[in-house]
């Protein structure tokens, strides 16, 4: 990625967003209970909608042809504006990818104080935003700004997917597989570093992670059946993992020891550097998830760490998967992983980390 301009004044973006240190957004508890309250979408050619918790709306226009329309926008996670632009692009744009979609146009959605913060710092985050879509093939068609106190930037993105090809977060089967295709602990990596701990190695490796589209894993993906997909984001990998339990009426059972994670993650977990998402996670997912109890405490808050352009969770045939992870790889996926399985669904918690 391009450098800050250095016509532009260095200063801290995180200090400009009470909510950094990962994607925040609604709990699941609160979004639904509003959603509940509103009439469902009706059209013959709505593909997906909001009865699910999908990632993205799917919309039929020729028997061969659907739109995937989705839009996400977050405060600061990182310092340098430039950065920030390029992370919340890649994060909006994975939605697309989760549904098996290819994105092809974008609406910036941008929120910056009328005071304190000079208007060359928006033109880099824009800069960033755009430097990214480009890279995905995107065309950034405008956008949208308004004055907030809070520095706030996404994307509104559009694109396309074969209507009888596209994934859901539901539909995961018993007996299958589930790969997972980036490591975990950007929330952890990136709070810490806000309050002066980590490293600066670990921080580029977050923001490494959180730059790379999912572009490739998602492509690499097509070529296999796959049942269920989902992206990994503010909800955690056991928030997004329930939904898809919940959604696909399975158990879902993940391997604490097979979860990839970033450079200097768990120790810093350990430390006790969590973000507020964590604890959100945590209350939300309280009756809905088992955790056994050797597994150790650093990974479970990496199963229940808020990501950011997190990767991509897929359920697919046992018997393909390690054929997956292993193309997944060869493609440049490098921590793609087999993170756990499929069971039948039975009474007690959906998601179990064992």
């Known amino acids: 990625m ?13 200090e400009f967003a009470r909510a950094a240190g990962c994607a925040a957004k609604l709990g699941p508890a609160d979004l639904s209970s509003v959603l509940a309250t509103l009439p469902q979408a009706q059209h013959p050619d709505l593909l997906v909608g909001t009865a699910t918790a999908d990632d993205a709306g799917v919309f039929r226009l020729t028997p061969d042809l659907a739109l995937v329309q989705t839009v996400d926008f977050f405060t600061p996670i990182v310092d340098d504006p430039f950065q920030f632009g390029a992370v919340a692009a890649a994060n909006a744009l994975s939605d697309v990818y989760a549904m098996g979609g290819e994105p092809r146009t974008a609406l910036n959605v941008a929120c910056f104080p009328q005071r304190g913060v000079p208007m060359a710092v928006l033109g880099e985050i824009l ?5 990214k879509a480009t890279e995905a093939g995107v065309v950034v068609v405008g956008g949208h700004t308004v004055i907030d106190e809070e520095i706030k930037f996404g994307m509104a993105v559009t694109g396309l997917v074969h209507p009888e090809r596209f994934w859901r977060n539901v539909g995961a089967r018993p007996g299958d597989a589930l790969v997972l295709t980036k490591a975990l602990g950007t929330g952890i990596v990136t709070t810490a570093r806000k309050h002066g701990m980590g490293t600066e190695v670990e921080e580029a ?11 490739t894993a ?27 339990a919940h959604g696909s009426s399975v158990r879902i059972e993940l391997t604490a020891a097979q979860l990839p994670s970033l450079p200097g993650a768990r120790a810093l977990a350990s430390a006790g550097h969590l973000t507020g998402g964590c604890r959100r996670n945590r209350e939300w997912l309280a009756d809905r998830v088992e955790v056994a109890a050797e597994v150790p405490a650093d990974l479970v808050e990496l199963a229940y760490d808020p990501q950011t352009s997190g990767g991509l969770l897929a359920a697919m045939p046992a018997a393909t998967a390690d054929a997956a992870v292993a193309a997944l790889r060869a493609a440049g996926v490098a921590c793609a992983t087999i993170v756990g399985t499929v069971r039948e669904r039975r009474s007690g918690p959906w998601i179990v980390l064992g």
């Open 127 to 131: 800069r960033g935003g755009i430097a």
């Open 2 to 14: 391009d450098a800050e301009s250095p016509t532009t004044p260095r200063i801290r973006l995180t």
């Open 205 to 215: 490796a977050a923001i490494e992670s959180m730059l790379a589209l999912n572009a």
């Open 218 to 244: 998602s492509r690499t993906l097509r070529e296999f059946a796959v049942h269920a997909c989902t992206d990994v984001t503010g909800f955690s990998l056991l928030g997004h993992g329930f939904e898809m």
